[in-house]
């Protein structure tokens, strides 16, 4: 079930909350409360958040509400609600990765991601809730419960930036951290309705991060819409010497979401959702519905052929594997019984992964990311499902990567974004992917927001949302 926008502060989109929060029609005192209100109310139904940060939050309003009032606004960020999905480090307060391993976990620094959204004046609800060490699955054997999908609380909202999610879809706080390591931001965004970006990588900074993999992670933000992506990737990007992984480029401007995209060189990967791991019928019906839409504004749209999408799946496994192992070996051996089961089981695999298939899958990587750039060169952005089918039943979903359309591009790199593109006839929502050509987030992100205005999904919210 689902219901039209209600007009409460908490379900704006950032870039309304923002344009009112600067000429003062929206303090950020007010837009705090709502969010927190909203979290005690509907929060025991989703179990998105496994730390709420109401007193430090409330703080932080009254702040941003003073330096306002002074004249000094930061942003589009300032007093904005935002969510951190619990791996990334909060100096002072707990970041657990949901594990029982690290249940006393309290960094004394911040991660270089929250110190940006702080020093931008957003306001922090809380740690939300992830799969273990984000690949430890929908687990009910952890501290906390697992999250919800706000569609229907009996759904699964994917994984591992599960929480993150569902508050976002929910309207407990405007945006949320997520990271991506095979398609964690992304596979959520399609399963619970809201926009993901996966950066290109390098791009967003990882240190304070817990990690999963080296090679693969990826930081990026969960919001409504892909606009709000744009106006937090405006303070996350950027090069961190902290971070051995980033990439020092020039800036990238993210003002321009609003430009048409007629002109725009659409590729779709259909042989991923057609042939090589097939959807249902009615995320195919979706996506076609989505391609008309993309056609009506202008871009020209042709079907396109790059590897199979297991290609690039199996060397994605061989190097994530590997390196999980490589990250939590030593826990793994002193303390195996503070894992929940299938995290334990996901992560100790890497153990059986051979040097020499570890590099060959760095060799394929290689390949595969050079085949990818020449096809992309006649190519601006590449257009598929997100997902496979819609969610399913809490906890039914043992496939990890089977369900999404997503690890080829933890693997090459580039900037991949899932906006919603449907419901299926039980109202449960569908994803649309648009990938682009490394360090083109922007232009991604200029098509979603484009692709979204057309569509008109934004303007239905889970009915959980209008209870509070």
């Avoid at 870039?15 to 929206?26: P, V």
């Avoid at 003073?66 to 942003?75: Q, T």
């Avoid at 969610?391 to 359309?405: E, Q, S, V």
Wanted: aromatic share 8%; hydrophobic share 45%; net charge negative.
């Amino acid at each position: 079930m689902d219901t039209q926008l209600p007009s409460t502060p908490a379900l704006l989109t950032i870039a309304e909350a923002a344009a009112l929060i600067r000429t003062r029609q929206l303090s950020p005192v007010d837009l705090a409360a709502a969010a927190f209100k909203r979290i005690a109310a509907l929060d025991h139904q989703l179990n998105s958040h496994i730390l709420v940060l109401e007193d430090e939050g409330m703080a932080a309003a009254k702040v941003a509400e003073a330096e306002i009032a002074a004249g000094n606004w930061r942003g589009p960020l300032h007093g904005v609600p935002i969510g951190l999905k619990d791996i990334y480090n909060t100096a002072g307060i707990a970041t657990t990765g949901h594990s029982a391993l690290f249940q006393d976990h309290v960094p004394t620094t911040d991660a270089t991601c929250v110190s940006k959204l702080a020093q931008a004046g957003a306001i922090f609800t809380g740690k939300l809730a992830t799969w273990e060490f984000a690949i430890g699955g929908t687990s009910f054997d952890l501290p906390w419960p697992p999250a919800r999908n706000p569609w229907n609380p009996e759904h699964d909202p994917s994984g591992s930036s599960s929480g993150s999610a569902a508050a976002v879809a929910a309207g407990l706080c405007l945006g949320a951290m997520g990271s991506d390591t095979g398609g964690s931001i992304r596979g959520p965004a399609a399963w619970c309705g809201i926009a993901g970006l996966k950066p290109t990588y390098g791009l967003v900074s990882k240190a304070g991060v817990l990690p999963l993999s080296y090679g693969l992670d990826h930081a990026g933000p969960m919001c409504w819409t892909a606009a709000d992506c744009a106006l937090m990737m405006d303070v996350l990007a950027g090069y961190d010497p902290a971070d051995p992984c980033s990439a020092n480029v020039p800036a990238l401007d993210f003002s321009d979401m609003t430009s048409p995209i007629a002109g725009l060189r659409i590729g779709v990967v259909r042989h991923f959702y057609e042939t090589d791991m097939p959807c249902t019928p009615e995320i195919h019906a979706a996506t076609e519905e989505a391609l008309r839409v993309l056609r009506n504004l202008g871009a020209v749209v042709n079907d396109i052929t790059i590897a199979p999408f297991q290609t690039y799946g199996a060397a994605a496994g061989q190097i994530s594997r590997a390196e999980a192992y490589s990250i939590h070996e030593h826990h793994l051996r002193a303390t195996p019984e503070k894992y929940g089961a299938i995290c334990r089981q996901r992560v100790s695999a890497g153990a059986f992964v051979r040097g020499v298939d570890y590099v060959n899958a760095q060799r394929e990587r290689a390949k595969l990311v050079a085949d990818l750039a020449e096809t992309m060169r006649d190519t601006d952005l590449l257009v598929f499902p997100t997902a496979r089918y819609v969610a399913p039943k809490l906890g039914t979903d043992r496939t990890l990567g089977g369900a999404f359309f997503n690890r080829a591009f933890n693997l090459t790199g580039n900037p991949a974004l899932s906006v919603c593109s449907g419901f299926s006839a039980e109202g449960l929502p569908i994803g649309l992917q648009i990938v682009g050509r490394p360090f083109e987030d922007p232009l991604v992100l200029r098509a979603g927001a484009a692709y979204e205005a057309a569509a008109g999904w934004r303007s239905r919210r889970p009915a959980i949302a209008a209870m509070a």
